[in-house]
């Protein structure tokens, strides 16, 4: 019997629909991205990006030249334009402001060859580090309100360059999703004077059967309402809104990650995925009743007609499988 | 300069980012969905279906064989079940509930070559009756909350069958996307008393930029804040809450919509598509704070990182540019 199962932070309904899975769903055909003859994102070709904003060179290596291990560059085709006033307008019944942003691509590595699959969980930590720089430094301009942290990893999954890398997206207005989590949080913590996550986390520690992996500051599970085969969140146990506050933490975080790629590698051969950084807003960084945490969706599905038109999910795997076939490879 | 636009009913915000456009973004390869030898949806293969539930068989033939123009069936690896009751459940943070709905396939032609790009008007509407037809019978089941119509068309939109087919999902509750475009419609009509779909098509047909076509009863919009190049709805002219109430516009809605095929046709070349039909809930079918229509989106970019973890969307094509460049073709 499939069964509906809700997100219970933001009401978002899921179909579990096991039996369906027994069709051939999973997408397996992998395109690789297109093959660019000079990569942009290599060391040597730092004059093709724009001026880096963060590096990590232990080397003590000059800035757009060789020698970085992290390096972070606006992107060359922005979304959002750093530069203006946002210039809010109404016109008739719509809204509108100039688009007003950071658009950054942070280059996780120097080898073109390397994926986040082949680092070292310290090589991890680093691109948290970077992350956790450029948000620090993009929060001082008080034109944005969110930072979004995600990386398309696949084509399938939206990447089109080859060379591993993630984007930061900052923006002047909080993400919808954050604020239908935010709202599910608070209207949680009015109630019960607790935040929802951690009482997620409490709830999945007894029960168990999604918990992929657990380390000293870090759960991972495959939640209640996955949208997607194999979908994980990993969060923090202690009660934490803002991604960039327990940097001391990444170290933890970065082998959490790493076994969860692992996994992913062994399980689902280098899957196409995004994952997305969901952190609290600029102006409210500190707040009870909401918990940042980083989701990870492997690409093995396509959503179609039914999930944009409804905005709900069809999920052939149940988390609880995807925990267990997990946990074992 | 990119810029920032929301929905005026569902306060989702889109970024239009022309320069973005300017990469070759647009997916261009389409591998057809995979060969079966035997096609189920072909006629005089009947008995490879479930049993049909609607057909129209102008010649008089029987059920389940050949003789019919349209003919809908229950979806062979249905995401959710018709027999048994929902037993709604809590577990601890969570809410579960039996998966019981329907899943049904309208097969739109005998013909296994022929889409509805080749489809005269009068074929279309025969597959809104189809629609129709389904919708009023399911209705009468009181466990069910909705009615959702789609389409997937091309292997990128999500398609697995290359017969040209619709599907329906009767839902026990009612789909987030349609609560949001509610909620906005409600808030709008306390304040005003007017439908905020109305207002639209008002200031649609005022400001002109966006309107694709207009017939007699409907009006084709490439919506203000569209989420994906080319972007198309639907809308009647005249309130109207839900799909099923006026079937004798069905002839002029089939007219506008096989247009709007017939120039994605010419400007983007059989692009993969999905639509979707907005119709009121099962329980509130007349209202007058929501306005059925149809949401066409071709699928030529790829949704990636940012818009699953924002909610919003990244759109090249600005949709006055969509609509100067559809109306000319």
Redesign the interface.
């Known amino acids: ?6 997100d ?1 932070v933001t ?3 899921v ?3 096991e ?2 899975g ?2 051939p ?1 999973f997408l397996t ?1 992998e ?1 690789s991205p297109q093959k660019t003859l000079i990569c942009p994102l290599c060391p040597g070709n730092e004059p093709m990006t724009p001026h880096e904003v963060f590096a990590i060179r232990r080397d003590g290596s000059q800035p757009n030249t060789p020698g970085w291990t992290v390096r972070v560059v606006p992107n060359k ?5 750093i530069e ?1 006033d946002l210039e809010k307008e109404g016109i ?8 007003i942003g950071a658009h950054e691509v942070i280059i996780e590595t120097p080898n073109h060859n390397e994926h986040l699959f082949d680092m070292v969980p310290e090589k991890l930590s680093d691109i948290f580090i970077a992350f956790k720089e450029r948000c620090l430094d993009l929060a001082n301009d008080k034109r944005f309100r969110y930072i ?1 942290i ?3 990893y696949g084509q ?5 360059i080859d060379h591993s890398h993630s ?1 930061l ?1 900052a ?3 909080v ?4 604020s ?1 989590e935010i709202r599910g949080g608070l209207t949680h913590y009015k109630i019960k004077e607790r935040c ?1 996550f951690c ?2 986390i409490a ?1 999945e520690r007894e ?1 168990k059967v999604r918990v992929v992996s657990e380390n000293e500051k870090f759960l991972a599970i495959s939640p ?2 996955s949208r997607f085969p194999f979908e994980i969140w990993i969060l923090p146990k202690k009660h934490e809104s803002s991604f960039t506050d327990q940097p001391e933490n990444y170290p933890s975080l970065a082998e959490i990650f790493s076994l969860i790629l692992r996994k992913y590698e062994r399980a689902l051969n280098r899957p196409p995925y ?5 952190t609290s807003p600029l102006n409210t960084p500190h707040i009870p009743y909401y918990h940042w945490h980083i ?1 990870i ?1 492997p690409m093995l599905t ?5 999930e ?5 999910y ?1 999920n052939p795997t149940p988390p609880e499988e995807a925990t267990s076939f997990l946990k074992e490879v």
Request: glycine share 8%; aromatic share 12%; no cysteine.
């Open positions: 019997m499939p069964e509906l199962r809700k219970p009401d978002r309904w179909i579990i629909s039996e369906r027994k069709r769903v055909e395109i085709f922005p979304a959002l334009r203006g008739g019944l719509y809204d509108r402001m100039n688009g979004m995600f990386k398309n399938r999954a939206g990447a089109t984007q997206i923006l002047p207005i993400p919808k999703n954050v239908e929802i009482d997620i709830q029960e209640y309402a995004n994952f997305m950084i969901h989701e969706i396509r959503p179609a007609g039914f944009w038109g409804t905005g709900f069809i």
